[in-house]
């Protein structure tokens, strides 16, 4: 079948987050099923794209087609800066929607499915389903739209519904409207023949008033059209063997560079460069979604129990001040770098004992992915797709991946990260949990043909 995807942000041309790793492994994977995918994607002006070209190409041959526009995407942020989010947001990402379909036509590309990715594709459905909806063009073309994040939808003050550039009248609770604004997402999930996000955890919790951020309503309407698909991991990018920002490699046949790193780790933060201190490393945004306030409040208890802390990333100033003053109490323990830096990142993962992801909700999650394929074992709260990728490791039958807590407080956590110390100390039950961690595998292929369900599903005559 023909695939157009339409996204915001592709990797390795321009990323924020892991909505940039999905749209930039999944098409190859389609590819490699059969399909003729394309890729439509802003130019952004620090895209990485080299050679310079507005086509180029990933995989074997899944071309990408990038959507230039000077005032709009010529800036160095993708969706703001320090100020916050840019004021015309809705403008931009509703020229992305209109010209990708513009573009269909230019290059003839007739698409079975349009694959849309969260709020800013979000209008794509709707225009199919109206502008477009007696184009012949389109006759055959069914939309699909996953949601990464339901937390962030696209909402705008009701007054510039007409910027939309949409056919009728929209704004109404079975549309646009949401409690007086316009809601893009909102509208998506309504009009997109299938409605997908990086879970299947995740898929049950978005329609439910806990996590639904307002829109649980519509989701359980469509709940017959809602499938959650585990996002995948690229094997080949995220290689200890062969990873060009770690200071030493290493693979589950050679261990020694694992524990070089975590020397090297360790004295990069000027903590003690031993092998027998429990080491605990956090890379993600500094937000309450990925549990900052909950890691602050346990941060006393986890450092009584001998372990040394790692963290990095950059957010909300109140949390940089927040963990300042807790390396400011431990500095012998705690090791900041407050910084985006991917070198880093790296090397937490491969320096690490344990990778701490407390966060309060979680779609999918690379993290644990990334740290068990680095031997850095998972230490989660349960919740979205942390649920469905570690499963708490139960010493006596030796199965499980990692350590899990199931209730969301200081208490819980700080026993998951005593537990964790606890099987450190024991050689041989570690040795068993770091070999279990390399061997782990969430494939990109198996996620492929899940959307490939999906698609055929949207695509097959209902009786």
Not at 145 to 154: K, R
Not at 299 to 313: A, H, K, L, N, P
């Amino acid at each position: 079948m023909n695939i157009a995807l339409i996204a915001s942000e592709v990797v390795p041309f321009a990323k924020t987050g892991g909505l940039a790793d999905v749209c930039g492994a999944l098409p190859p994977a389609l590819e490699k099923l059969g399909h003729e995918v394309i890729i439509i994607t802003p130019r952004y002006k620090n895209s990485k794209i080299s050679p310079p070209s507005p086509i180029v190409r990933i995989g074997e041959n899944v071309r990408v087609y990038f959507i230039e526009h000077a005032h709009f995407f010529g800036r160095e942020g993708l969706y703001g800066d320090q100020a916050g989010d840019y004021r015309d947001n809705l403008e931009r990402f509703t020229f992305l929607s209109h010209t990708s379909l513009k573009l269909l036509k230019e290059i003839r590309f007739r698409p079975d499915i349009v694959h849309c990715h969260d709020w800013h594709t979000a209008l794509v459905p709707i225009l199919l389903k109206t502008k477009y909806q007696a184009d012949p063009f389109f006759k055959n073309t069914k939309s699909i739209l996953t949601v990464h994040n339901l937390a962030y939808q696209g909402v705008f003050p009701k007054e510039q519904y007409s910027k939309l550039g949409l056919d009728g009248h929209l704004f109404h609770t079975q549309g646009l409207e949401f409690y007086n604004q316009i809601n893009i997402l909102k509208g998506g999930l309504i009009f997109a023949d299938a409605i997908t996000t990086v879970s299947p955890q995740y898929a049950k919790e978005i329609q439910s008033s806990k996590f639904g951020c307002g829109l649980d309503g519509v989701l359980r309407n469509r709940v017959t059209d809602v499938y959650g698909i585990l996002n995948g991991l690229d094997y080949e990018a995220w290689n200890p063997k062969d990873d060009p920002l770690l200071e030493h490699a290493y693979s589950s046949a050679e261990l020694q560079g694992k524990y070089d790193n975590k020397i090297a780790l360790q004295g990069a933060l000027r903590l003690e460069q031993n092998l027998k201190i429990p080491l605990v490393g956090f890379v993600a945004r500094l937000c309450h979604q990925k549990g900052v306030d909950l890691l602050v409040q346990a941060m006393d208890e986890i450092v009584r129990t001998g372990t040394q802390v790692v963290i990095t990333g950059t957010g909300e100033r109140r949390y940089h001040r927040m963990l300042e003053d807790c390396a400011h109490r431990y500095p012998d323990q705690l090791g900041l770098y407050l910084k985006f830096d991917e070198v880093f990142a790296h090397r937490v993962y491969a320096g690490s004992d344990f990778f701490l992801m407390p966060s309060e909700y979680e779609p999918c999650g690379l993290g644990q992915m990334i740290a068990l394929r680095y031997g850095s074992i998972p230490i989660v709260y349960k919740t979205g797709g942390l649920a469905d990728t570690i499963r708490l490791y139960d010493p006596i039958h030796q199965t499980g991946n990692g350590f899990v807590f199931i209730e969301y407080n200081r208490t819980a956590l700080v026993r998951a990260v005593q537990e964790a110390v606890r099987i450190f100390k024991n050689k041989e039950q570690m040795d068993f949990l770091l070999a279990q961690a390399l061997r782990q595998r969430f494939s990109w292929d198996k996620s492929a043909r899940e959307y490939q369900k999906v698609f055929n599903k949207c695509l097959t005559p209902s009786s």
